[in-house]
């Protein structure tokens, strides 16, 4: 009964924060998730600018993405997202990801 209660409390207290945040995220959601629902934190994503929010369900993946079997297509999304948020940051090319 605690715990439940401190999570209430909790997301009472985070979700009128989302329109606070002020930096690019990636949001990668699997959709065989057995932990975590995606739709439990839809109260909190679409509070977040649209513009600061990449986010991709992923088909087929279990809860820890990046080390599920498929978890490349994570990596082939993660890998973009990471070279334009550094550009964006430091446009200076010497900064840039190589392949």
Do not use: C, Y
């Not at 699997?30 to 369900?57: A, K, M, Y």
């Amino acid at each position: 009964a605690g715990f439940m209660a401190a999570l209430r409390q909790g997301r009472q207290e985070v979700l009128p924060l989302g329109h606070e945040l002020d930096r690019p995220i990636l949001l990668l959601e699997s959709t065989d998730d057995s932990v975590n629902d995606p739709e439990g934190s839809e109260d909190l994503w679409s509070r977040v600018r649209p513009e600061l929010l990449e986010r991709h369900r992923l088909e087929g993946l279990k809860h820890e993405i990046l080390h599920d079997r498929q978890r490349s297509l994570a990596l082939d999304l993660l890998e973009p997202w990471l070279e334009h948020v550094t550009l964006a940051r430091n446009p200076n090319p010497h900064f840039a990801m190589k392949n």
